[in-house]
């Protein structure tokens, strides 16, 4: 997204058309690229398959989010992104939003927690104006 604040990782959602394909056919290709399966994020997330890739420091670069298209997961993303690309207003917002929370947890799932209450905010804004 451009302007936005971020981590210097790469996030890559793969729609997928069901995520039992995905279990047979993707996992090992993606594995076989140098990402690693992490399946314990399935139970917080049942609805995605959750792969990263790591640098020689041993420092993450990417993340690979395998969803099942058109599922809620998937809108919801979807959703959020368009809004943002839509509305640099809110870019901005989210942007210094993830400045101030990242001075605050160094957990990741803290700091994703913390990030809840504007995303669902803008996941609403973006069904008001059909997205």
């Not at 058309?17 to 690693?36: H, N, R, V």
């Not at 959750?50 to 989010?65: M, P």
């Not at 998937?74 to 959020?80: E, S, V």
Request: proline share 5%.
């Amino acid at each position: 997204m451009p302007g936005l604040a971020a981590k210097p990782v790469i996030d890559i959602m793969i729609g997928v058309p069901s995520l039992a394909m995905a279990d047979k056919q993707c996992i090992e290709p993606i594995k076989g690229l140098g990402y690693t399966y992490v399946p314990e994020y399935e139970k917080m997330a049942p609805e995605r398959r959750y792969f990263r890739k790591k640098n020689a420091e041993d420092v993450a670069t990417h993340h690979i989010h395998l969803v099942e298209m058109n599922s809620s997961f998937w809108k919801r993303h979807i959703r959020f992104r368009n809004y943002l690309r839509a509305h640099p207003e809110a870019v901005q917002e989210y942007g210094d939003l993830k400045k101030n929370l990242a001075t605050k947890f160094i957990d990741t799932n803290e700091y994703a927690n913390a990030k809840s209450e504007f995303v669902k905010r803008i996941e609403a804004l973006a069904v008001k104006e059909g997205e």
